[in-house]
């Protein structure tokens, strides 16, 4: 099965796995690769590039331009990996429930970036411009 990192700043990426798994449950070949303040970019990278392996590799990131994605579109001249960036909830949540053991990697990287699994648009209840009540609660 395909692997997916995912390399965050700071904890998010924890988070993200963690949010995953309380809805989807314990998901197998799926790693947090958090870049903590202080920490160094070359180490960081020698880390990232131990977790890879040898495996095919989906690495989403959150934020184009920093030290976890620098590492990854780094490491993917001798690795066999691609890079997607604005990680998401939606997303992971798209590609995990999606993903199998016959699935390629090109698949799992149209399946981040559709549009539909952005998780992004706006909404309103009714179109009322007051706020909803947003719990059953009779307080």
């Given at each position: 099965?395909?692997?997916?990192?995912?390399?965050?700043?700071?904890?998010?990426?924890?988070?993200?796995k963690?949010?995953?798994?309380?809805?989807?449950?314990?998901?197998?070949?799926?790693?947090a690769?958090?870049?903590?303040?202080?920490?160094?970019?070359?180490?960081?990278?020698?880390?990232?590039?131990?977790?890879?392996?040898k495996?095919?590799?989906?690495?989403?990131?959150?934020?184009?331009?920093?030290?976890p994605?620098?590492?990854?579109?780094?490491?993917?001249?001798?690795?066999?990996?691609?890079?997607?960036?604005?990680?998401?909830?939606?997303?992971?949540?798209?590609?995990?429930?999606?993903?199998?053991?016959?699935s390629?990697?090109?698949?799992?990287?149209?399946?981040?970036?559709?549009?539909?699994?952005?998780?992004?648009?706006?909404?309103?209840?009714?179109?009322?411009?007051?706020?909803?009540?947003?719990?059953?609660?009779?307080?």
């Amino acid at each position: 099965m395909i692997q997916i990192v995912l390399a965050s700043h700071g904890d998010f990426c924890l988070g993200l796995k963690q949010s995953l798994e309380m809805i989807a449950g314990k998901t197998s070949d799926l790693v947090a690769m958090p870049f903590r303040l202080g920490e160094d970019p070359q180490q960081y990278r020698d880390e990232l590039s131990k977790v890879l392996g040898k495996r095919t590799t989906l690495v989403l990131v959150d934020l184009k331009g920093g030290t976890p994605y620098n590492s990854a579109l780094f490491l993917s001249s001798e690795k066999s990996l691609k890079v997607v960036t604005g990680v998401n909830l939606p997303m992971l949540l798209a590609v995990v429930t999606s993903r199998n053991e016959h699935s390629k990697i090109q698949e799992l990287v149209d399946i981040v970036t559709d549009s539909t699994n952005s998780g992004i648009e706006e909404m309103s209840l009714g179109g009322s411009p007051h706020r909803e009540k947003l719990s059953v609660n009779k307080n």
